[in-house]
Nanobody, 115 residues
Framework: QVQLVESGGGLVQPGGSLRLSCAAS????????MGWYRQAPGKERELVAV???????NYADSMKGRFTISRDNAKNTVHLQMNSLTPEDTAVYYC?????????WGQGTQVTVSS
């Protein structure tokens, strides 16, 4: 079994920054894409950013230029640096990956942007 554990969420003022981290653990012999999704109250879960094993990245349009995704293949971790946060970024952020060719989700971490 594979577990994903997120950290780094919290309360931040508009214009501020947060860095989310996600660590995959367990019996892992292969990890594919790693990414972040988010779900705001009353809305569907949406893609934030994804990174491939060779480091290519893709972002949702509203996150381009503000968010940066990165990964450490040796540690099976993925990070999301979020800058210039706005109240519209308030959501639960979920880590996602394909490990051993199966999909896994983290438990989610709350990000609240408010003054």
């Amino acid at each position: 079994q594979v577990q994903l554990v997120e950290s780094g969420g919290g309360l931040v003022q508009p214009g501020g920054s947060l860095r989310l981290s996600c660590a995959a653990s367990g019996s892992i012999f292969s990890i594919g894409n790693m990414g972040w999704y988010r779900q705001a109250p009353g809305k569907e879960r949406e893609l934030v950013a994804v990174t491939t094993p060779d480091g290519r990245t893709n972002y949702a349009d509203s996150m381009k230029g503000r968010f940066t995704i990165s990964r450490d293949n040796a540690k099976n971790t993925v990070h999301l640096q979020m800058n210039s946060l706005t109240p519209e970024d308030t959501a639960v952020y979920y880590c996602h990956t394909y490990a051993n060719f199966d999909p896994y989700w983290g438990q989610g971490t709350q990000v609240t942007v408010s003054s």
